[in-house]
């Protein structure tokens, strides 16, 4: 039995798929810390992993733990989630 990145995030795959899609910056809340705002792009997802792609070409990858606490994601991606995609 595998964790899926989305189980670890808390959010559905779908959301989680669009997030990736979308290449959008996202809002991390961690556990006792102020929030992390991500200002790239996320470009590949493996495991608890998300790699972002920064301004100059530079690529971060950021480890995701249990201290995750949420995402702060987009509206555009929530509607377009919701909405039939067929």
């Known amino acids: 039995m595998t964790t899926e990145p989305s189980k670890t995030l808390g959010i559905s795959s779908q959301i989680y798929d669009a997030l990736i899609e979308s290449k959008q910056s996202v809002t991390f809340y961690?556990?006792?810390i102020q929030p992390i705002k991500i200002t790239g792009v996320i470009i590949s997802k493996c495991g608890c992993e998300i790699t972002l792609s920064q301004t100059g070409g530079r690529h971060m990858t950021i480890i995701l733990e249990h201290s995750v606490m949420?995402?702060?994601?987009?509206?555009?991606?929530?509607?377009?989630?919701?909405?039939?995609?067929s």
């Open 30 to 32: 961690t556990m006792g």
């Open 70 to 85: 949420s995402l702060i994601i987009p509206n555009p991606i929530l509607d377009r989630v919701q909405s039939p995609s």
